[in-house]
């Protein structure tokens, strides 16, 4: 099982990023997707999660209007558009894939099963 993210890196406030994380070894479209970031010295955090088969997504309200989760299931992809982003944004950015049933962007790290590795997201002029 895997899931490798990319696309983080450096960006000025009020720039975009696109991150993408690839799934391997499980049955990802029977999987809920989700994003979770965690800044220096703060706890791991979710911003956001979609459903397996409807597709319904949730967002933290911080991230609302702003960030755009969705997934190609027949990529094995989860992708996260991050727009107008701001320095408070800035941490490490983790997906993660959960066989429960997901109904809110603020279940905690013990609804996932499997995490990928971290894409730092910097948002600094």
């Known amino acids: 099982v895997q899931l490798v993210e990319s696309g983080g890196g450096l960006v000025q406030p009020g720039g975009s990023l696109r991150l993408s994380c690839v799934a391997s070894g499980f049955n990802f479209d029977q999987y809920a997707v989700g994003w979770f970031r965690q800044a220096p010295g703060k706890d791991r955090e979710g911003i956001s999660c979609?459903?397996?088969?409807?597709?319904?997504?949730y967002y933290r309200d911080s991230v609302k209007g702003r960030f755009t989760i969705s997934r190609d299931n027949a990529k094995n992809t989860v992708y996260l558009q991050m727009n107008s982003l701001k320095p408070e944004d800035t941490a490490v950015y983790y997906c993660a894939a959960s066989q429960r049933v997901i109904t809110s962007a603020l279940a905690t790290t013990s609804m996932y099963d499997y995490w990928g590795q971290g894409t730092q997201v910097t948002v600094s002029s």
């Open positions: 979609m459903s397996n088969r409807e597709g319904v997504t």
